[in-house]
């Protein structure tokens, strides 16, 4: 079985400032992915970025960064110079299992002017 | 633009009344749609698995006879809630998955929120 674990419920970052949302795993499967999502106040899901479990590199899209330690069983978001429209939930999720993902209980991050 | 479309996105109705949703993927194929719910900042919870052609898969806990799925066609799936009452009120999303290659990201719909009264 796979699980998500994100331990931060909610989280505060000034306005032009990096936060990182942590994100801990579980799973038996040596290969798998991780996702991040984005769940704005008006509820669609929103892709942000992917890493493989066999990418060397960290994922990268625009501010978004994947800081994937493979070790530690994380794979922590890391988003640069916030602004006031990142205020939103944000899940972690991992997949395949049986084509499902498994997802994390979200954090909820206000980013403050 | 959005690959999955979901409609309506917002439904009020009496209880008793049987409130149908729609998910369309939009320029491709999905054999395979899930269908999930959240309450108000909890994490998204998998009722079903939708497949083409096939009965749905339900997930442990998940009335079938409550929530009917449909998956009739390649581009279509249906998430029925018969005889909706109160405590059936909340955010229902679908969601699939953009080809078949191995971990490709969910594409969701925009979500109903639905409200029995």
């Known amino acids: 079985a796979q699980k998500i674990t994100q331990t931060q419920p909610g989280m505060f970052v000034q306005e032009k400032e990096a936060v990182t949302l942590d994100c801990t795993y579980d799973t038996s499967d040596q290969s798998y992915g991780l996702f991040w999502y984005k769940q704005p106040s008006s509820g669609e899901m929103i892709f942000l970025i992917y890493?493989?479990?066999?990418?060397?590199q960290n994922a990268t899209e625009g501010r978004y960064s994947l800081n994937f330690q493979k070790a530690r069983k994380s794979a922590n978001l890391v988003i640069s110079a916030s602004q006031l429209g990142d205020s939103a939930m944000y899940f972690c999720a991992m997949g395949p299992n049986a084509g499902k993902s498994t997802f994390g209980d979200g954090t909820t991050l206000t980013v403050k002017p | 633009g959005a690959v999955v479309s979901q409609h309506p996105s917002w439904v009020i109705c009496k209880s008793g009344t049987s409130v149908k949703i729609e998910c369309r993927s939009l320029?491709?194929?999905?054999?395979?749609m899930f269908w999930y719910r959240q309450f108000p900042k909890q994490s998204l919870m998998l009722m079903a698995t939708s497949n083409e052609g096939s009965k749905a898969t339900y997930e442990q806990g998940v009335e079938k006879d409550k929530f009917l799925i449909n998956h009739a066609s390649l581009t279509l799936s249906t998430l029925t809630v018969t005889s909706a009452h109160p405590e059936d009120s909340s955010f229902y999303i679908c969601?699939?998955?953009?080809?078949?290659?191995?971990?490709?990201?969910?594409?969701f719909g925009d979500g109903t929120r639905l409200s029995i009264l």
């Open positions: 320029d491709f194929q999905a054999t395979t």
């Open positions: 890493q493989g479990s066999y990418d060397e």
């Open positions: 969601s699939a998955n953009l080809g078949t290659a191995d971990y490709q990201p969910q594409h």
